[in-house]
C-alpha cells in the first residue's frame, strides 16, 4: 500500500472530505466534520492514525507490532498503525472502516438521515 492507496480508500467512503488542517504534512478525512483517518505525510514510514473503540484498540496493539498508539491523539481512542509488510491492505481497510463507522454511529440521527448514512 502507498499514500495514494490510503486515500483513495478513505475518499470512497460517503461524504468523506480531505483536508491540510494542522500542516502541509498530514492529510485528515472527516466524515460530517469529524475526523476518522489521519495520514502523515512526512514520516519515513507510510502510517495511518485511526480512531478505535478502547477495548478493540487493547487487542489490535497486543497483537499486531504494526499498531500502537497515535502519539499526536488520545492514547486510548486512536491508533497509530504503521503500513509496512505485516499488515494486509485488506486488513488495513477493515481498520478503516471501523473508524469511519465509529464516527458515523455517534452523528446524531438527524444528520445521519440527511446525509443518508
Given at each position: 500500500m502507498n499514500v495514494e492507496d490510503?486515500?483513495?480508500?478513505?475518499?470512497?467512503?460517503?461524504?468523506?472530505?480531505?483536508?491540510?488542517?494542522?500542516?502541509?504534512?498530514?492529510?485528515?478525512?472527516?466524515?460530517?466534520?469529524?475526523?476518522?483517518?489521519?495520514?502523515?505525510?512526512?514520516?519515513?514510514?507510510l502510517s495511518i492514525a485511526l480512531k478505535c473503540d478502547p477495548e478493540r484498540a487493547q487487542v489490535l496493539r497486543s497483537t499486531?507490532?504494526?499498531?500502537?498508539?497515535?502519539?499526536?491523539?488520545?492514547?486510548?481512542?486512536?491508533?497509530g498503525v504503521r503500513i509496512d509488510g505485516t499488515l494486509k491492505p485488506e486488513f488495513v481497510h477493515e481498520l478503516i472502516d471501523h473508524s469511519y463507522e465509529l464516527v458515523v454511529s455517534k452523528l446524531s440521527g438527524k444528520l445521519k438521515k440527511e446525509l443518508d448514512l
Open positions: 490510503l486515500r483513495n480508500y478513505c475518499l470512497s467512503k460517503k461524504h468523506v472530505t480531505e483536508e491540510f488542517p494542522f500542516d502541509d504534512v498530514t492529510l485528515v478525512f472527516k466524515v460530517a466534520g469529524k475526523m476518522f483517518a489521519l495520514i502523515g505525510l512526512d514520516h519515513v514510514d499486531h507490532s504494526a499498531i500502537g498508539p497515535a502519539y499526536h491523539m488520545s492514547k486510548t481512542h486512536w491508533n
